[in-house]
Structure formats: C-alpha cells, structure tokens
C-alpha cells in the first residue's frame, strides 16, 4: 500500500503536465478542429469522469476558457508568428549558426515558461476544487490514459 501511495506521488508531476497537455492539444481530436470545441470536449469529459457538481463544472468551464483566452492571446500568437518568420529568414540565408538558433531558442523558451507557469496555476486551481475521491479519480483515469502511450 505505502509503495503504491510512493508511486503515485511520483507520477503526480507527469500526471499534472499530462491534464495540462490534454487542454492544450485536444488528445485525438483533429487538428483542424477549433480549439474552443476541443477544450469544450475534454471539459465535458473530465466532468462526465469525475462526477463533477454544477458548481464545480461552472468552476472548469472558468479555468478552460482562462487557457483558451491564454493560448489564443494576440501577444501569445504574435510571439509565435515573430520566431517562426524569424526561423524562416534565417534559414533562407546564406548562413546559419547554432549561436542564431540558440536566440531564438532562449525567446521561445521565455514564452514557453510564462505559458507552463500560468498552465500550472490553473492546475493547482482544478486540483483545489476536487474532492480527494475525485482526485483518486482523476488519476486512475490518467493513469489509465498514460498506459496508451506507454512503449
């Protein structure tokens, strides 16, 4: 019982970035689709999962709709489009070096940080308004997903 307890204190972290990789991808839902409907789906079934309360559902739908607003930001995709026409001049000239790419890496990475930590507060929000049975829950059910991915 304890190592299993051990075990799952180990994958909380992987478990959390997993939740946060199912908001922002979508899991199997297409690329094409848009990612309000996305986020709509997977917060439709993690409530369906878990069991969720109206109150908690109204609560779910805040922090979906606080990552969709985040991802789709004018700056968040203005700094994307920036990197990549950056990436792209770069390559179309004459030279590139590792020192060019490596800029342009630290700018992305710098965004790449401001998303992980707000995708974390939202976390810890979701995390705050389970119960600890939906939370059992919660990782039995990502659990359970992990396993697909699994080698």
Request: charge should be positive; proline fraction near 2%.
């Amino acid at each position: 019982m304890k190592m299993q307890s051990l075990r799952i204190v180990r994958l909380m972290p992987i478990l959390g970035l997993l939740a946060i990789f199912i908001f922002f991808s979508g899991c199997s839902a297409s690329r094409s689709q848009p990612i309000e409907k996305k986020a709509t789906k997977i917060a439709n079934r993690i409530a369906k999962e878990l069991d969720l309360t109206e109150s908690q559902k109204a609560e779910l739908n805040q922090i979906k709709d606080d990552i969709v607003g985040k991802i789709k930001s004018k700056e968040n995709v203005a700094q994307r489009k920036e990197i990549r026409t950056a990436f792209f001049d770069m390559f179309k000239g004459d030279s590139l070096t590792k020192e060019q790419l490596m800029a342009l890496y630290q700018k992305k990475e710098a965004g790449e940080k401001e998303m992980r930590e707000f995708l974390m507060d939202k976390l810890v929000q979701f995390h705050k308004m389970l119960t600890p049975e939906q939370r059992t829950k919660f990782v039995a059910w990502m659990e359970k997903f992990a396993k697909k991915f699994e080698g």
